[in-house]
Nanobody, 120 residues
Framework: QVQLAESGGGLVQPGGSLRLSCAAS????????????TGWYRQAPGKQRELVAA???????EYADSVRGRFTISRQNAKNTVDLQINSLKPEDTALYYC??????????WGQGTQVTVSS
């Protein structure tokens, strides 16, 4: 089994920054994310869950248009962690942020989420 645990959310003023972290554990992670999709999603109240940043199995990195230039995803294979640095926060970034990892044949896993609230 695989467990994901997000951390780093909180209440921040517009223009502020946060660093979210997702720690993966379980027997599968002896392979240190090799070949896995790793991504961060968010879901605001009344809206659909959206992908904001991802590192694909090929190593390609993509961002949603709404966060490009402000968010940075990184992966620390030796530590089994995936981080999301979020800068220049806006009220519209308020959402529950989820970590997701998936690999064909090995599974699709989600964390419980960490809340980010941007408000003055």
């Amino acid at each position: 089994q695989v467990q994901l645990a997000e951390s780093g959310g909180g209440l921040v003023q517009p223009g502020g920054s946060l660093r979210l972290s997702c720690a993966a554990s379980g027997r599968i992670f002896s392979i240190k994310f090799m070949g896995w999709f790793t991504g961060w999603y968010r879901q605001a109240p009344g809206k659909q869950r959206e992908l904001v940043a991802a590192i694909f199995s090929s190593g390609r990195i993509e961002y949603a248009d709404s966060v490009r230039g402000r968010f940075t995803i990184s992966r620390q294979n030796a530590k089994n962690t995936v981080d999301l640095q979020i800068n220049s926060l806006k009220p519209e970034d308020t959402a529950l942020y989820y970590c997701n990892i998936q690999k064909t044949g090995d599974g699709d896993y989600w964390g419980q989420g960490t809340q980010v609230t941007v408000s003055s």
